[in-house]
């Protein structure tokens, strides 16, 4: 099975969930289940609970990067693996200081590379008001799963079929800033290098919707408690 749940983001998609500042997916591919970002808190762990899903059971975890909304949840993590007795390796960027915290095993992730069968990290650098910033987004077969795509999603793109095709992009673009014309650009640029389907998660403009609808992209919109396949 290939699918994943939105655990946590900016908008809750049905009543009992929340929502926050903050990104957290849970992925399923074949026979291996993992967490992509922790979003902001406790808030992810809650929701997953409601929503049935065992995070002790999860083979890893990725942190995109060090901003608090996609790692801020990781003491909660730590004490669900800490009550089973577990350990949970956590892949991240070099930059991202890592916490010193119990039941989490720290693997920094320097370039890309294969850190599963069949998953592969995609790591980007932009400059940001804060200095420097790496993030790493996932490919898992013909989707990339980003956290913020700081480096602009046609970037990261760019880096991740170096190593074979993308068709579906899944999370956060942080466009906002773009005007009217950057964000035609963008899509056009986007819908060139194979991309079929957006699934908007995070902070994403709904505003650059009609852009890559009219560049012949599907869109769709992640809420918390939403599931789809790939």
Request: proline fraction near 2%; hydrophobic fraction near 40%.
């Amino acid at each position: 099975m290939r699918a994943f749940a939105v655990l946590s983001s900016n908008c809750a998609g049905r009543q009992g969930l929340l929502a926050e500042k903050g990104i957290s997916l849970y992925i399923r591919y074949n026979e291996t289940d993992f967490l992509f970002d922790t979003g902001a808190g406790s808030l992810f762990a809650d929701n997953s609970e409601f929503m049935n899903i065992s995070l002790h059971k999860i083979a890893f975890a990725v942190i995109s990067h060090k901003h608090y909304d996609h790692c801020g949840g990781l003491i909660f993590l730590s004490r669900i693996f800490s009550m089973v007795s577990g350990c949970c390796d956590v892949f991240h960027t070099t930059d991202f200081e890592f916490p010193e915290i119990p039941a989490l095993r720290s693997v920094p992730v320097d370039g890309n590379s294969q850190i599963n069968q069949g998953i592969r990290a995609v790591i980007t650098e932009s400059a940001t008001t804060e200095g420097n910033i790496k993030e790493a987004s996932i490919v898992v077969e013909e989707i990339l799963f980003t956290g913020c795509s700081h480096a602009g999603i046609l970037k990261i793109l760019e880096e991740a079929v170096k190593s074979g095709p993308v068709k579906t992009i899944a999370g956060g673009l942080h466009n906002f800033d773009e005007s009217d014309l950057e964000m035609k650009k963008t899509a056009d640029a986007v819908a060139d290098l194979g991309i079929k389907k957006i699934i908007m998660l995070h902070c994403s403009s709904m505003r650059s919707i009609r852009f890559f609808e009219d560049a012949g992209i599907e869109v769709k919109l992640g809420s918390v408690g939403n599931s789809f396949n790939f």
